[in-house]
């Protein structure tokens, strides 16, 4: 399920390359070879895996110390949740999320096919951190082989005192979020369930569970490595470190790259060639993210400080480039309908209010009778409401739309798009596909 | 917003949208157009905490409850 998905790498890292920090890239640097790297070749660039003799709260302190947050859109305190699962009863369980169910979104496919080792790395460092003994990648389809053979590698190379295990993900939307990864593991099924409990206090089968972006577990392994002080040297004193970002829609080369938190949007998009036409917006985050204009969102620092006055956040690191002559509109409401196919099912305001929304935002965008009024009540009422993030998070992204496609919501109403018909920027998995992956 | 107290709490995994609670207590519950609870977020005034436990006892679906905030 490949779908729409870019795999594209970005170019390898050059000091004069326009748009690269200093000190970067951290997680993805410039290889001769392709393929994924090795365990010996990961070794010789970063050193041997951090050392774990250091007491619990020591390390944790390390962590809270370098400001790393989670890398999978939520942005929750890295050490808060270590502590939390290191606190609570019962041997606990490591869940690496590489689910990455987010259709353009492929930073961690990227990450996970160029440098699994330094995922492995911190899966095996944040298992000792909460006194783990077992820790389960659970992966793309499109990567598994690589990372099932990366673990083969170590196991061979008694590098590990923990348990690696690869699992592969369910190909859904919401198969990504945090419980829905847990109950994916334990029961087969890729559903959020109910908090309470939390999983850091029972999790899969009743044990404390730690579930942790990809990405996160990358920048674990290297604030294991090198400490705080390291890590934030790049960043913003508020939001330190590096992330992976997704840039695609209308730049010149697609691809995943590596910034500085605090990077300009207008840098990101030279690192993916600059905008190859003119740009009318970007989405930020992600698709429950916020399209946010061109102009301020090329000016703004991609942080949460420096987005908050768009109402977005870096989210999971995508961008996209809206061109003019596609509809912000039209892009809205196709990915309102797959946000709304991809409900699981199981929460009323989220079942009827996102299929009610997405059916009036697509009225909206077709130019056929549409209330908006109406529009903003439901995504009022289904705000907020839900046993997971998925309707507010869709309710975000619809709610920008409206805002800046303001103008364009009073021309659609009165029959006229500025888009055209049949391009599309923001890709959603086929029926066929969804059918095959809720199946599978 | 109240931030120490007692709150009602929808499991909307649990919840069918049988609607009780919003007829036992239509000062906190209302419906949304689809017929699911949307509860005031809140504390519970002292008055109303009967009322609260009893549209909590009469969910069918175990899917109110109420919490107690810190």
Known sequence: ?440 | MTRFGTRLRVDFIACGGRGLCAEVLPELIELDDWGFPIVRADAVAPELLDQAAEAVRLCPLLALRLETLH
């Not at chain 1, 409990?197 to 029972?202: C, D, F, M, S, Y």
């Open chain 1, 1 to 440: 399920m490949t779908s729409g998905v870019c795999l594209a790498l970005g170019d390898p890292a050059g000091p004069e390359r326009k748009g690269a920090s200093p000190g970067l890239p951290r997680l993805l640097p410039a290889r001769s070879a392709g393929g994924p790297a090795s365990l010996a070749e990961h070794l010789a660039r970063h050193g041997p895996a951090a050392r774990t003799d250091r007491s619990r709260p020591d390390l944790i302190g390390e962590v809270a110390a370098a400001g790393l947050t989670g890398r999978g859109g939520a942005s929750f305190p890295t050490a808060r949740k270590l502590a939390a699962v290191a606190a609570g009863r019962g041997e606990p369980l490591v869940i690496a999320n590489g689910t990455e169910g987010e259709p353009a979104s492929a930073k961690d496919k990227v990450l996970l096919a160029r440098e699994p080792h330094l995922v492995l790395d911190g899966a095996a460092l944040a298992a000792a951190i909460v006194g783990a003994s077992d820790a389960v990648v659970v992966t793309h389809r499109a990567v598994s082989e690589i990372v099932a053979a990366a673990v083969e590698e170590r196991r061979a190379a008694r590098q590990d005192r923990v348990r690696l295990r690869v699992a592969i993900a369910a190909g859904t939307f919401v198969g990504g979020e945090a419980s829905a990864v847990a109950n994916w593991l334990q029961h087969g099924v890729a559903k959020p369930t109910a908090t309470p409990p939390r999983l850091a206090e029972r999790g899969v089968r009743g044990a404390p569970t730690l579930v942790q972006n990809v990405e996160t577990l990358a920048h674990l392994a290297l604030i294991g490595r090198h400490g705080a002080s390291w890590f934030r040297a790049v960043g913003t004193p508020a939001e330190p470190g590096s992330m992976l970002v997704t840039v695609t829609g209308a730049v010149r080369r697609p691809g995943v790259h590596e910034i500085a938190i605090g990077t300009r949007g207008s840098e990101i998009l030279d690192l993916a060639g600059g905008p190859a036409e003119p740009v009318r917006a970007l989405l930020l985050g992600g698709y429950f993210g916020s399209w946010a204009p061109a102009e301020a969102a090329m000016a703004a620092p991609f942080s949460a400080a420096g987005l908050a006055h768009l109402a977005a956040s870096p989210g999971a690191g995508l961008v996209v480039a809206l061109p003019f002559g596609i509809c912000g509109l039209a892009e809205t409401a196709r990915v309102a309908r797959y946000l709304a196919a991809e409900s699981a099912g199981q929460c009323g305001p989220c079942v009827f209010g996102l299929g009610s929304i997405a059916a009036e935002l697509s009225a909206l965008a077709a130019g056929r009778p549409a209330d908006v009024r109406l529009l903003r009540r439901w995504l009022g009422q289904v705000d907020g409401r839900g046993g997971c993030g998925h309707p507010t998070g869709a309710v975000r992204l619809i709610r920008s739309a409206l805002a800046v496609f303001s103008d364009e919501v009073v021309q659609h109403a009165d029959g006229w798009c500025c888009g055209t018909a049949g391009q599309a920027v923001l890709p959603v998995p086929s029926a066929a596909a969804m059918l095959k992956a809720a199946r599978s």
